[in-house]
């Protein structure tokens, strides 16, 4: 049996001849024609459609590297960890890597699949204690092709666009939604341009546009004539994004007096980024990361909030640990974990025993592509926020 919906109150799992619902099986009669996988799915779209269709105060969504992966315009698309591997791999050659890894003492190597992170993490450990620039231009080498390799086109057909649309179109008097990102790639910011969404992401409307977290606190309005000046006029398409690992378009420059500052550059040399590897959670606590991280924090800990985890795998430590402090402290948190993993008997154990008992807690088996597909629309509110748009100002 494929079980493809956790919750308190609803299971769904089918298998090549039946369709078990609430651990009772569904009669051919009331399946009709449809296939047992078809209807599996069928219904664990109604059900969480149900959960999303609710009004909630606050939406947060945490993106890993499902919402990116098969993404992009020609061979350029996103990649896992394992085609990570493989791209390094195909550029470097593996005899060279093995070399590498002699250098540094990393036993753990295999051409087929090796750990990427735990290389680089060793690799990067090694530079202290050994002497060797081989060691650091490997390094570098190995970046520059995951720098490459995160370089992505927003296609046409991407869901992106259509996840902001109906993400945004909701009552104009609630928070903003709010995507915290940990792809290095630019697709959020790609669909948000498309789309002509204003992207609030910590970094000044001036030039340089350079970052700094209170420009999280400002947010867009229009004067409208029409109205008291008084009344705030939010304006519809805006969101938040947030990168607590970094992005492709940062970099830390000096702007006076040997000052360095972050700031959002077209094609760095040397973009600001959290490459893989174990030291992740030490490098979080450094700027811009630490605002980030710390807003991702904040954030899950208010009232009516909706927390969309999509396409993340809950290997990041500190990470996780925040999620499930909020779901022990925030009573009015409902969570839900996208993926197409969550069939697999092995994957999110832990949560799945969360599901079984808590009523706030839904994992849902799904690509990003067919969730946004299923996510349901608030049409009304869609359109209404489209024939608000105005003249824009910035409000503090």
Request: charged residues 25%; hydrophobic residues 35%; contains cysteine.
């Amino acid at each position: 049996m494929e079980k493809i919906f956790y919750s308190e109150n609803c299971s769904i799992s089918y298998d090549s001849e039946k369709v078990i619902i609430n651990r009772e099986i569904v009669s051919e009669d009331e399946r009709g024609i449809c296939s047992p996988d078809n209807y599996a799915y069928i219904k664990m779209r109604e059900a969480y459609k149900i959960v999303f269709s609710r009004q909630y105060e606050n939406i947060v969504v945490l993106s890993g590297s499902g919402t990116s992966v098969g993404v992009g315009v020609g061979k350029k698309v996103g990649k896992t960890m394992v085609g990570l591997w493989e791209a390094v791999v195909g550029k470097l050659e593996f005899e060279k890597i093995q070399t590498f890894a002699e250098k540094i003492r990393f036993d753990h190597i295999n051409r087929e699949y090796t750990d990427l992170e735990a290389l680089l993490s060793k690799a990067i450990l090694s530079q202290k204690y050994l002497d060797n620039k081989e060691i650091g231009a490997i390094i570098q080498e190995i970046k520059e092709i995951i720098k490459l390799e995160c370089s992505l086109k927003l296609p046409n057909d991407a869901p992106h666009l259509t996840f902001l649309r109906k993400l945004t179109a909701r009552k104009l008097k609630y928070s903003r939604v709010k995507i915290f990102t940990l792809n290095y790639d630019l697709l959020f910011e790609q669909a948000g341009s498309k789309g002509g969404y204003v992207i609030i992401d910590g970094f000044s409307f001036s030039y340089p546009r350079l970052f700094n977290g209170v420009n999280f606190d400002y947010d867009i309005i229009s004067r409208n004539i029409s109205r008291p000046q008084s009344e705030e006029n939010f304006v519809a398409k805006v969101f938040h994004l947030y990168k607590p690992h970094g992005s492709l378009d940062w970099e830390k420059v000096e702007i006076a007096n040997d000052e360095e500052q972050v700031v959002k550059s077209n094609n760095p040399d040397n973009p600001l980024m959290i490459y893989p590897n174990n030291n992740k959670f030490e490098y979080s606590y450094e700027q811009p990361y630490f605002e980030m991280i710390s807003r991702f924090q904040q954030e899950l800990r208010t009232k009516n909030i909706l927390l969309l985890v999509i396409g993340f795998s809950f290997y990041d430590k500190h990470i996780k640990t925040m999620i499930y402090e909020a779901l022990n402290v925030n009573p009015s948190i409902t969570t839900a974990i996208v993926s197409p993993d969550v069939k697999k008997e092995r994957s999110f154990v832990e949560l799945k025993s969360k599901a079984a008992t808590m009523g706030n807690i839904y994992l849902i088996n799904e690509t990003f592509n067919d969730f946004v597909k299923y996510y349901p629309s608030s049409d009304i509110y869609d359109y209404f926020n489209k024939e608000e748009q105005n003249s824009d100002t910035i409000q503090s």
